[in-house]
């Protein structure tokens, strides 16, 4: 049974930084998916950030370029989302999935896939002054 527990949500004012975890249990394909995903009040959930394990490489969307970094624990299943510069857009509900795959599926449009197997149960961040 695969686990997904996120923590490090909180209230930041704007210009704050923020680290989210997920620790992820129970996968068993050599290379995974994980990616984290927010939803704010009103709006479609978006794509923010994965990390394929099978090359370690990265997708950002483009809001957040140069101001979240996404990171694994080595050896572990565990990935943070370090969020830098926050502003009051990055408020939300922040999900963090996972999926068996090779590479972080990306749309066509560039856009990251929402169509992961594994979810978290959210965690909410707050950006307001």
């Known amino acids: 049974q695969v686990q997904l527990v996120e923590s490090g949500g909180g209230l930041v004012q704007p210009g704050e930084s923020l680290s989210l975890s997920c620790a992820a249990s129970?996968?068993?394909?050599?290379?995974?998916?994980i990616a984290w995903f927010r939803q704010a009040p009103g709006k479609e959930r978006e794509g923010v950030s994965c990390?394929?394990?099978?090359?370690?490489?990265?997708y950002y969307a483009d809001s957040v370029k140069g101001r979240f970094t996404i990171s694994r624990d080595n050896g572990k299943n565990t990935v943070h989302l370090q969020m830098n510069s926050l502003q009051p857009e990055d408020t939300g509900v922040y999900y963090c999935?996972?999926?068996?795959?090779?590479?972080?599926?990306?749309?066509?449009?560039?856009?990251?896939?929402?169509?992961?197997?594994?979810w978290g149960q959210g965690t909410q961040v707050t950006v307001a002054s």
């Open positions: 999935a996972a999926d068996e795959i090779f590479a972080c599926p990306i749309t066509f449009g560039g856009a990251l896939n929402k169509n992961f197997e594994f």
């Open positions: 129970g996968l068993t394909a050599d290379y995974y998916a």
């Open positions: 990390f394929s394990t099978s090359d370690g490489n990265t």
